[in-house]
T-cell receptor
Framework: SQQGEEDPQALSIQEGENATMNCSYK?????LQWYRQNSGRGLVHLIL?????REKHSGRLRVTLDTSKKSSSLLITASRAADTASYFCATDAAGGGADGLTFGKGTHLIIQP | GAVVSQHPSWVICKSGTSVKIECRSLDFQATTMFWYRQFPKQSLMLMATSNEGSKATYEQGVEKDKFLINHASLTLSTLTVTSAHPEDSSFYIC?????????????FGSGTRLTVV
Protein backbone atom coordinates (compact mmCIF):
# COMPACT_ATOMS: atom_id res chain seq x y z
CA SER A 1 0.00 0.00 0.00
CA GLN A 2 1.15 3.52 -0.68
CA GLN A 3 2.37 5.27 2.38
CA GLY A 4 5.20 7.54 1.43
CA GLU A 5 4.77 11.13 0.51
CA GLU A 6 7.44 13.01 -1.35
CA ASP A 7 7.71 16.70 -1.68
CA PRO A 8 7.92 18.55 -3.81
CA GLN A 9 5.95 16.64 -6.42
CA ALA A 10 7.86 18.48 -9.10
CA LEU A 11 11.10 20.44 -9.00
CA SER A 12 12.79 22.40 -11.75
CA ILE A 13 16.27 23.84 -11.22
CA GLN A 14 19.24 25.04 -13.21
CA GLU A 15 22.13 22.76 -14.00
CA GLY A 16 24.78 23.01 -11.33
CA GLU A 17 22.35 23.79 -8.52
CA ASN A 18 21.55 21.38 -5.71
CA ALA A 19 18.25 19.50 -5.62
CA THR A 20 16.60 18.43 -2.38
CA MET A 21 13.69 16.04 -2.16
CA ASN A 22 11.88 14.95 0.97
CA CYS A 23 10.00 11.83 1.89
CA SER A 24 7.74 11.02 4.81
CA TYR A 25 6.44 7.65 5.86
CA LYS A 26 4.13 6.20 8.46
CA UNK A 27 5.30 2.85 9.82
CA UNK A 28 8.44 1.49 11.46
CA UNK A 29 11.08 0.56 8.95
CA UNK A 30 14.16 -1.59 8.52
CA UNK A 31 15.55 0.70 5.87
CA LEU A 32 14.62 3.36 3.38
CA GLN A 33 15.76 3.38 -0.21
CA TRP A 34 15.81 5.93 -2.99
CA TYR A 35 15.26 5.04 -6.63
CA ARG A 36 15.45 6.95 -9.87
CA GLN A 37 13.22 6.31 -12.83
CA ASN A 38 13.70 7.82 -16.23
CA SER A 39 10.53 8.33 -18.23
CA GLY A 40 9.00 5.02 -19.21
CA ARG A 41 11.93 3.02 -17.91
CA GLY A 42 12.71 0.73 -15.00
CA LEU A 43 13.97 1.64 -11.57
CA VAL A 44 17.56 2.40 -10.71
CA HIS A 45 18.53 1.83 -7.09
CA LEU A 46 20.41 4.86 -5.79
CA ILE A 47 21.06 4.42 -2.12
CA LEU A 48 19.85 2.60 0.98
CA UNK A 49 19.90 3.94 4.51
CA UNK A 50 19.21 1.68 7.44
CA UNK A 51 16.99 2.63 10.35
CA UNK A 52 19.97 3.00 12.67
CA UNK A 53 21.77 5.36 10.31
CA ARG A 54 21.23 9.09 10.12
CA GLU A 55 23.17 10.10 7.05
CA LYS A 56 24.74 8.42 4.07
CA HIS A 57 26.71 9.61 1.07
CA SER A 58 27.25 8.16 -2.36
CA GLY A 59 28.98 10.32 -4.93
CA ARG A 60 26.82 13.42 -5.45
CA LEU A 61 24.03 11.93 -3.35
CA ARG A 62 23.41 12.60 0.30
CA VAL A 63 20.58 10.94 2.17
CA THR A 64 19.41 11.70 5.67
CA LEU A 65 16.99 9.77 7.82
CA ASP A 66 15.10 10.98 10.87
CA THR A 67 13.19 8.06 12.33
CA SER A 68 11.66 10.22 15.06
CA LYS A 69 10.00 12.33 12.38
CA LYS A 70 9.61 9.42 9.96
CA SER A 71 11.22 11.41 7.22
CA SER A 72 14.13 11.28 4.82
CA SER A 73 15.74 13.65 2.39
CA LEU A 74 17.72 13.13 -0.79
CA LEU A 75 20.18 15.81 -1.85
CA ILE A 76 21.74 15.78 -5.30
CA THR A 77 24.62 18.20 -5.51
CA ALA A 78 25.92 19.91 -8.64
CA SER A 79 22.99 18.70 -10.69
CA ARG A 80 23.37 17.67 -14.31
CA ALA A 81 20.90 17.47 -17.17
CA ALA A 82 21.17 13.68 -16.95
CA ASP A 83 19.71 13.82 -13.44
CA THR A 84 16.33 14.70 -14.95
CA ALA A 85 14.06 11.87 -13.81
CA SER A 86 11.48 10.88 -11.23
CA TYR A 87 12.80 10.02 -7.80
CA PHE A 88 11.00 7.70 -5.40
CA CYS A 89 11.61 6.81 -1.82
CA ALA A 90 10.68 3.29 -0.76
CA THR A 91 10.43 1.87 2.72
CA ASP A 92 11.20 -1.67 3.80
CA ALA A 93 8.90 -2.18 6.75
CA ALA A 94 10.12 -3.65 9.99
CA GLY A 95 9.02 -7.23 10.54
CA GLY A 96 10.74 -9.45 8.03
CA GLY A 97 10.18 -7.84 4.65
CA ALA A 98 7.24 -9.99 3.72
CA ASP A 99 5.34 -7.05 2.32
CA GLY A 100 7.85 -5.75 -0.16
CA LEU A 101 8.75 -2.12 -0.57
CA THR A 102 6.24 0.66 -0.20
CA PHE A 103 6.84 3.51 -2.60
CA GLY A 104 6.22 7.18 -2.20
CA LYS A 105 4.47 9.22 -4.84
CA GLY A 106 7.70 10.52 -6.29
CA THR A 107 9.32 13.80 -7.18
CA HIS A 108 9.71 14.71 -10.82
CA LEU A 109 13.01 16.54 -11.16
CA ILE A 110 13.84 18.64 -14.21
CA ILE A 111 17.35 19.99 -14.64
CA GLN A 112 17.45 22.87 -17.07
CA PRO A 113 20.69 23.29 -19.01
CA GLY B 1 25.21 -8.35 -8.73
CA ALA B 2 21.72 -9.80 -8.68
CA VAL B 3 19.81 -9.49 -11.95
CA VAL B 4 16.16 -9.99 -12.77
CA SER B 5 15.29 -10.36 -16.41
CA GLN B 6 11.78 -9.24 -17.31
CA HIS B 7 10.13 -9.93 -20.66
CA PRO B 8 8.66 -8.60 -22.76
CA SER B 9 9.74 -5.01 -22.30
CA TRP B 10 6.67 -3.85 -24.14
CA VAL B 11 3.59 -5.47 -25.60
CA ILE B 12 0.51 -4.33 -27.47
CA CYS B 13 -2.50 -6.60 -27.39
CA LYS B 14 -6.11 -6.54 -28.44
CA SER B 15 -8.85 -6.12 -25.90
CA GLY B 16 -10.04 -9.47 -24.60
CA THR B 17 -6.78 -11.33 -25.10
CA SER B 18 -4.33 -12.48 -22.44
CA VAL B 19 -0.73 -11.41 -21.96
CA LYS B 20 1.98 -13.18 -19.99
CA ILE B 21 4.88 -11.35 -18.41
CA GLU B 22 7.91 -13.27 -17.18
CA CYS B 23 10.48 -12.44 -14.58
CA ARG B 24 13.57 -14.58 -14.15
CA SER B 25 16.22 -14.23 -11.50
CA LEU B 26 19.45 -14.96 -13.34
CA ASP B 27 21.99 -15.51 -10.60
CA PHE B 28 20.10 -15.99 -7.38
CA GLN B 29 17.10 -17.77 -5.97
CA ALA B 30 14.07 -15.53 -5.66
CA THR B 31 12.04 -16.91 -2.80
CA THR B 32 9.59 -14.02 -3.00
CA MET B 33 8.45 -12.07 -6.02
CA PHE B 34 6.54 -8.81 -5.86
CA TRP B 35 4.50 -7.49 -8.74
CA TYR B 36 3.89 -3.77 -9.09
CA ARG B 37 1.81 -1.68 -11.45
CA GLN B 38 2.52 1.91 -12.36
CA PHE B 39 0.11 4.18 -14.20
CA PRO B 40 1.46 7.22 -16.06
CA LYS B 41 2.86 9.92 -13.79
CA GLN B 42 2.05 7.86 -10.70
CA SER B 43 4.03 5.76 -8.28
CA LEU B 44 4.42 2.00 -8.08
CA MET B 45 1.54 0.19 -6.47
CA LEU B 46 2.02 -3.32 -5.14
CA MET B 47 -0.38 -5.75 -6.79
CA ALA B 48 0.59 -9.07 -5.28
CA THR B 49 3.26 -11.03 -3.49
CA SER B 50 4.15 -14.58 -4.35
CA ASN B 51 6.35 -17.11 -2.61
CA GLU B 52 7.80 -20.02 -4.51
CA GLY B 53 5.45 -22.95 -4.51
CA SER B 54 2.49 -21.22 -2.88
CA LYS B 55 -0.44 -19.09 -3.93
CA ALA B 56 0.03 -15.39 -4.39
CA THR B 57 -1.29 -12.86 -1.92
CA TYR B 58 -3.13 -10.04 -3.63
CA GLU B 59 -3.50 -6.48 -2.45
CA GLN B 60 -6.93 -5.09 -1.84
CA GLY B 61 -8.66 -4.16 -5.06
CA VAL B 62 -6.55 -6.40 -7.29
CA GLU B 63 -8.56 -9.13 -8.98
CA LYS B 64 -6.80 -12.46 -8.55
CA ASP B 65 -8.75 -14.06 -11.38
CA LYS B 66 -7.66 -11.34 -13.75
CA PHE B 67 -4.02 -11.14 -12.76
CA LEU B 68 -2.78 -14.70 -12.53
CA ILE B 69 0.55 -15.14 -10.83
CA ASN B 70 2.62 -18.27 -10.98
CA HIS B 71 5.83 -18.74 -9.03
CA ALA B 72 6.56 -22.36 -9.77
CA SER B 73 10.32 -22.21 -9.33
CA LEU B 74 12.90 -20.18 -7.44
CA THR B 75 14.00 -18.48 -10.63
CA LEU B 76 10.78 -17.81 -12.51
CA SER B 77 7.58 -15.95 -11.79
CA THR B 78 4.93 -15.02 -14.31
CA LEU B 79 2.06 -12.56 -14.33
CA THR B 80 -0.74 -13.19 -16.80
CA VAL B 81 -3.21 -10.42 -17.50
CA THR B 82 -6.33 -12.24 -18.62
CA SER B 83 -9.03 -10.76 -20.80
CA ALA B 84 -7.13 -7.52 -20.97
CA HIS B 85 -8.97 -4.23 -21.32
CA PRO B 86 -7.68 -0.76 -22.15
CA GLU B 87 -7.80 0.20 -18.47
CA ASP B 88 -5.19 -2.52 -17.82
CA SER B 89 -2.72 -0.57 -19.92
CA SER B 90 0.11 0.20 -17.53
CA PHE B 91 3.74 -0.38 -16.66
CA TYR B 92 4.23 -3.65 -14.78
CA ILE B 93 7.40 -4.26 -12.76
CA CYS B 94 8.51 -7.31 -10.82
CA UNK B 95 10.82 -7.29 -7.84
CA UNK B 96 12.56 -10.33 -6.45
CA UNK B 97 13.73 -10.92 -2.92
CA UNK B 98 16.42 -13.51 -2.39
CA UNK B 99 16.59 -16.23 0.20
CA UNK B 100 19.66 -14.47 1.56
CA UNK B 101 19.01 -10.77 0.97
CA UNK B 102 21.87 -8.60 -0.21
CA UNK B 103 22.47 -5.15 1.17
CA UNK B 104 19.12 -4.05 -0.11
CA UNK B 105 17.52 -7.38 -0.83
CA UNK B 106 15.26 -6.37 -3.69
CA UNK B 107 16.11 -6.64 -7.35
CA PHE B 108 13.80 -5.09 -9.92
CA GLY B 109 13.06 -6.16 -13.43
CA SER B 110 13.21 -3.55 -16.16
CA GLY B 111 9.45 -3.42 -16.50
CA THR B 112 6.85 -4.25 -19.14
CA ARG B 113 4.77 -1.59 -20.80
CA LEU B 114 1.40 -3.08 -21.68
CA THR B 115 -0.89 -1.30 -24.10
CA VAL B 116 -4.33 -2.78 -24.69
CA VAL B 117 -6.09 -1.54 -27.81
Amino acid sequence: SQQGEEDPQALSIQEGENATMNCSYKTSINNLQWYRQNSGRGLVHLILIRSNEREKHSGRLRVTLDTSKKSSSLLITASRAADTASYFCATDAAGGGADGLTFGKGTHLIIQP
Amino acid sequence: GAVVSQHPSWVICKSGTSVKIECRSLDFQATTMFWYRQFPKQSLMLMATSNEGSKATYEQGVEKDKFLINHASLTLSTLTVTSAHPEDSSFYICSARARDPTNYGYTFGSGTRLTVV
